[in-house]
């Protein structure tokens, strides 16, 4: 997952950004509403966890405009303001979900993936396609019940694909949802993610759709 972090303080942010990365998503942060607007308008994100006191302007004003722009990718927004009022005008103003500092990261985390996968229309936590199980949250695959090794971009890859299970996914979307700026992406990093993949998972689970991207499903 591809998130958007909105947060000032230097300290917390750098922290959120390593603790969501090692959770295993893809995280650009910026510390004001101005460069988020910009980034929202520039890159496709699946969340964004954003703080309302910031220093160019009220994150409330930022989520409002994405809302009345009709962009409906889930919102959790930090904040100190604990009030009832305050949590009210956070959710009527947009918001997916609300977490009052201070919080612990092992739930932004978790609140974070249940917003994704209810983003994806999912109830159940697991992503399964015949045998294949992957559980987000342990981060474990498993095929016919036996575990499967993965790198931390193979798992992001097939994540993505079991999300879209049965469409086209196109390496351009594979790489903006499991890389974040300034990393470095090589011409075929993708390609190469996806043969370890499939020697991984065996024969028929990952087809290539020439010139738009890859699909999996259960081998025929």
Same mark, same amino acid.
């Given at each position: 997952?591809?998130? =958007?972090?909105?947060?000032?303080?230097?300290?917390?942010?750098?922290? /959120?950004?390593?603790?969501?990365?090692?959770?295993?998503?893809?995280?650009?942060? $910026?510390?004001? &509403?101005?460069?988020?607007?910009?980034?929202?308008?520039?890159?496709?994100?699946?969340?964004?966890?954003?703080?309302?006191?910031?220093?160019?302007?009220?994150?409330?004003?930022?989520?409002?405009? =994405?809302?009345?722009?009709?962009?409906?990718?889930?919102?959790?927004?930090?904040?100190?303001?604990?009030?009832?009022?305050?949590?009210?005008?956070?959710?009527?103003?947009?918001?997916?979900? *609300?977490?009052?500092?201070?919080?612990?990261?092992?739930?932004? &985390?978790?609140?974070?993936?249940?917003?994704?996968? +209810?983003?994806?229309?999912?109830?159940? !936590? =697991?992503? +399964?396609?015949?045998?294949? $199980?992957?559980?987000?949250?342990?981060?474990?695959?498993?095929?016919?019940?036996?575990?499967?090794? /993965?790198?931390?971009?193979?798992?992001? $890859?097939?994540?993505?694909?079991?999300?879209?299970?049965? +469409?086209?996914?196109?390496?351009?979307?594979?790489?903006?949802?499991? *890389?974040?700026?300034?990393?470095?992406?090589?011409?075929?990093?993708?390609? $190469?993610?996806?043969?370890?993949? +499939?020697?991984?998972?065996?024969?028929?689970?990952?087809?290539?759709?020439?010139?738009?991207? *890859?699909?999996?499903?259960? !081998?025929?």
């Amino acid at each position: 997952m591809r998130i =958007l972090l909105v947060e000032d303080d230097r300290l917390l942010g750098d922290g /959120l950004r390593a603790g969501l990365h090692g959770d295993g998503h893809a995280v650009d942060w $910026v510390t004001g &509403c101005a460069p988020a607007a910009a980034a929202l308008a520039a890159e496709p994100f699946d969340l964004v966890v954003l703080d309302l006191g910031l220093p160019d302007g009220d994150g409330l004003d930022l989520l409002r405009d =994405l809302r009345q722009a009709g962009r409906d990718l889930p919102v959790l927004v930090l904040t100190a303001r604990d009030t009832v009022d305050d949590r009210v005008r956070g959710l009527d103003g947009g918001a997916d979900d *609300y977490l009052v500092k201070p919080f612990d990261l092992a739930e932004l &985390c978790a609140r974070a993936r249940a917003l994704a996968r +209810r983003s994806h229309g999912r109830a159940d !936590p =697991l992503l +399964r396609l015949g045998g294949l $199980v992957l559980d987000p949250s342990a981060r474990r695959v498993t095929l016919d019940g036996q575990a499967l090794e /993965l790198g931390p971009r193979e798992f992001a $890859v097939l994540a993505v694909l079991l999300e879209q299970a049965g +469409r086209v996914v196109s390496r351009r979307r594979l790489e903006e949802h499991i *890389y974040s700026w300034g990393e470095a992406v090589g011409s075929n990093a993708v390609e $190469v993610h996806v043969h370890h993949l +499939r020697r991984k998972l065996g024969d028929g689970w990952i087809r290539t759709v020439r010139g738009v991207g *890859y699909v999996i499903d259960t !081998p025929a």
